[in-house]
């Protein structure tokens, strides 16, 4: 299935999320385990992954932190004290749309739940 287009807007929040989780990653281990939670249905390509973790660094969310391992620099990628706060709140945010995702798609043509909440902002 090509999930490719749908995970674009989802690349930060998963990011985060697996911060939270393994508190410090670099950029293939995480790639690695975004394709095995997901049964090899969603790989994240460094293309995608680095711009979004160089953003995140950029903005104080995360903070780097460079290790020599087999002969090679590796750099980690770890939340600061305010990205924690900010993966919370995209993680709850993320939470939030994919139950509304559900809510749409499991709805009956011609209801409503009279909530109408936007998140193109």
């Not at 939670?37 to 711009?51: C, D, K, M, N, V």
């Not at 600061?80 to 993966?87: E, F, H, I």
């Not at 559900?102 to 902002?121: C, V």
Request: glycine share 10%.
């Amino acid at each position: 299935m090509a999930y490719q287009e749908l995970i674009k807007g989802m690349i930060k929040p998963l990011i985060l999320k697996l911060l939270e989780e393994n508190h410090r990653m670099y950029g293939y281990e995480i790639t690695r385990q975004v394709e095995e939670l997901s049964g090899g249905r969603i790989r994240l390509t460094f293309g995608a992954l680095y711009p979004v973790l160089h953003k995140l660094e950029k903005s104080g969310i995360v903070e780097t932190e460079t290790e020599l391992a087999n002969n090679r620099t590796r750099v980690y990628y770890k939340l600061t004290r305010s990205g924690q706060q900010t993966a919370k709140d995209k993680i709850h945010e993320l939470e939030d749309f994919i139950r509304v995702l559900g809510e749409i798609l499991l709805a009956k043509p011609g209801m409503s739940h009279g909530k109408a909440e936007s998140f193109a902002g």
